[in-house]
């Protein structure tokens, strides 16, 4: 069993960064495949980014390529997500997921398990 608990959202100016964590429980964090999706008022959820169990691979969403940073460190339990140049369409509640496929997926189906989310809202 892994619980999850995301941190770091807010209300921030367009162009502005956050950077959201997500910290797991559980001493089996390291083998598990980790995602952000997310959720717009009125959408449904959707992928962000996504980090295989050792850090080395890493996917995106095309709206979010080359502003957010997903990265992890296995020692803390955590993973995080960089988030620059923030747009006001990057509003939304932000969820952190642990897969039991190690290598993450951009498909929510292949998560476990979910954490409770963060609300990000970006104001123009």
């Known amino acids: 069993q892994v619980q999850l608990v995301e941190s770091g959202g807010g209300l921030v100016q367009a162009g502005g960064s956050l950077r959201l964590s997500c910290a797991a429980s559980?001493?089996?964090?390291?083998?598990?495949?980790m995602g952000w999706f997310r959720q717009a008022p009125g959408k449904e959820r959707g992928f962000v980014a996504a980090?295989?169990?050792?850090?080395?691979?890493?996917y995106y969403a095309d709206s979010v390529k080359g502003r957010f940073t997903i990265s992890r460190d296995n020692a803390k339990n955590t993973v995080y997500l960089q988030m620059n140049s923030l747009k006001p369409e990057d509003t939304g509640v932000y969820y952190c997921?642990?897969?039991?496929?190690?290598?993450?997926?951009?498909?929510?189906?292949?998560?476990?398990?979910w954490g409770q989310g963060t609300q990000v809202t970006v104001s123009s």
């Open positions: 997921a642990a897969a039991r496929q190690r290598y993450g997926s951009s498909q929510d189906v292949h998560y476990d398990y």
């Open positions: 980090i295989g169990w050792g850090g080395g691979t890493t």
């Open positions: 559980g001493r089996t964090f390291s083998s598990y495949g």
